[in-house]
Structures are given as C-alpha cells and as structure tokens.
C-alpha cells in the first residue's frame, strides 16, 4: 500500500511563492498526483508526474524525485481563489491512487 | 459534457436501513472507485473498479459492498449503515492518471 505526509496547513500572502511537499512511502509506484479542492467542492486534477522533475502547468508546478519519494507542488503569484486543500496522490499497482491527508493552503490579502 | 454523477447529494438515514449510492459517468472510462473523506483524514480509498464485473477493496471496505455491472455505472451499498459510516462520499472514473470526481454525498447515519 500506500502511506503519504504533507503538512496540515500553509499560510501565505496574496502574489507570493507557496511550496506544498509530500512525501511518501510505498510498495510500487507509479507517479504522483496533486488535486485541489476547495469547500464544499470536488476535487480537481491539478498534475501528474511519473519521472523526476519539473512540470509546469500556468501559476502551478510540480516536481517529483523518485530516488527520495518525495514531490511537491509549488504554487505562484497566490491569488486568494487559492485558497483551498491540496492533495498528493500516488498511483501504485492498483492504478487507483492513495491520497495524503491534505494541506489547507490559506491565503491572506 | 464529460461528467460523473452521483446521487443523492445529501442523505440522511437510521442505523441499519440499506441505501445505495448512485454513480454514473459518461466518458466510457474503465476504473471507477469509492473514497470517503473525513475531517483531517483526507481521501480514504473504499473500493475500485477495473472494469465490468472486476472490483477490489480499497483501505477502507469493511461495511460497504459495490457492483460494476455496466462500464458506466459504479453504485455503493450499505447493507447496514452504521453511525461510523457518517461521512463525505466521493465517486471517480478515471483512464490514465487523472481521477474526475462526482460532486459527493454527504451521508449522515443517526
């Protein structure tokens, strides 16, 4: 199985640089993902890496380093519809992926 | 529009009383599956489909039963709901790496 840490919660403020990291332990690994949700929502696919490195997306980013099981999502120029949670997921042999606990990403103006 | 559905949005039930929880998608997707989510436990994995007539337990299963008897359709059962089963439902189809989630149900079990 799968077992995932990111942190609870992330404060910053409006235009800053905000880095959300996950770690994670597991038996086969395929990638990891990242999903926001915000109150009352759904969540929504933000990214997927499966080979180490960078991936950029718009504001949005994300990186992976297999070697130490460890990614994260790094977000830009923060605007205040940021604030939401954020989920890693890792995709193992199941090909349906195990989420972390999520990270309350909180932004001020 | 490519969408998955779940219904009903809220339910509110007794103890042992059986409900289903519907899920449909219309993207023709092949894995579809269940998670719950609680207050600072996240998205919790409770069954996964792979395709018609193939399910498997996810992390959490005990009290749940599902069936996939159409590509499109990934109902929930709860036998005999019980007060730890109040939660937030989630339904996803997925092909590939990206998962598209139902708008949830928000299940209350007194």
């Known amino acids: 199985g799968q077992s995932l840490e990111q942190p609870s919660e992330v404060t910053a403020v409006e235009g800053a640089i905000v880095q959300i990291n996950c770690t994670y332990q597991?038996?086969?690994?395929?990638?990891l993902s990242w999903y926001q949700q915000h109150d009352g929502g759904a969540p929504t696919f933000l990214s997927y890496n499966a080979l180490d490195g960078l991936e950029e997306t718009g504001r949005f980013s994300s990186f992976l380093s297999r070697s130490d099981s460890y990614g994260y999502l790094l977000l830009q120029e923060l605007q205040m519809k940021d604030s939401a949670s954020y989920f890693c997921?890792?995709?193992?042999?199941?090909?349906?992926?195990?989420f972390g606990r999520g990270t309350s990403l909180i932004v001020h103006p | 529009e490519a969408q998955v559905t779940q219904n009903p949005r809220y339910l509110i039930t007794v103890t042992g009383k059986k409900l289903t929880v519907t899920c449909s998608q219309n993207m023709n997707h092949e894995y579809m599956s269940w998670y719950r989510q609680d207050p600072g436990l996240g998205l919790r994995q409770i069954y996964y489909?792979?395709?018609?007539?193939?399910?498997d337990k996810g992390d959490v299963p005990e009290g749940y039963k599902v069936s996939r008897k159409e590509k499109r359709n990934f109902p929930l059962i709860l036998e005999s709901p019980s007060p730890n089963q109040t939660s937030l439902y989630f339904c996803?189809?997925?092909?590939?790496?990206?998962?598209?989630f139902g708008s949830g149900t928000q299940l209350s079990v007194l």
């Open positions: 996803a189809s997925s092909q590939g790496e990206k998962l598209f």
């Open positions: 489909s792979m395709n018609v007539e193939v399910t």
């Open positions: 997921a890792a995709s193992g042999g199941s090909y349906i992926p195990t």
């Open positions: 597991t038996s086969g690994f395929y990638g």
